[in-house]
């Protein structure tokens, strides 16, 4: 079975910054696309950032556009999310995701495994 297991979330001041990891093992081949999702209590699950796996072309929400970097490793098939100048509205649980394409507008539901999630929670 495939395998995405989330890391590196936890507590954070206004300002701060965390690296969010997303190791993957099992079944990756048929993978193009991994990306980072959100969702607050009471909020839907938002996109975060994308990526093309080989190529590593990116896609970012807007909210986050300068601030968060998505980036992976093909040899560890590892995928990073990078946040600075993190606020409290970026406190949610953050899932990794795998799908088989990449699109301009990465949604949810073209994203066929998920992790289980890592906090991350900015105080202020």
């Known amino acids: 079975q495939v395998q995405l297991v989330e890391s590196g979330g936890g507590l954070v001041q206004a300002g701060g910054s965390l690296r969010l990891s997303c190791a993957v093992s099992?079944?990756?081949?048929?993978?193009?696309?991994m990306g980072w999702f959100r969702q607050a209590p009471g909020k839907d699950r938002e996109l975060v950032a994308a990526?093309?796996?080989?190529?590593?072309?990116?896609r970012y929400a807007d909210s986050v556009k300068g601030r968060f970097t998505i980036s992976r490793d093909n040899v560890k098939n590892t995928i990073y999310l990078r946040m600075n100048s993190l606020q409290p509205e970026d406190t949610a649980v953050y899932c990794c995701?795998?799908?088989?394409?990449?699109?301009?507008?990465?949604?949810?539901?073209?994203?066929?495994?998920w992790g289980q999630g890592t906090q991350v929670t900015v105080s202020s």
């Open positions: 995701a795998a799908g088989s394409l990449l699109t301009s507008r990465p949604a949810p539901d073209e994203f066929d495994s």
């Open positions: 990526i093309a796996f080989i190529t590593g072309s990116t």
């Open positions: 099992g079944r990756t081949f048929s993978w193009a696309a």
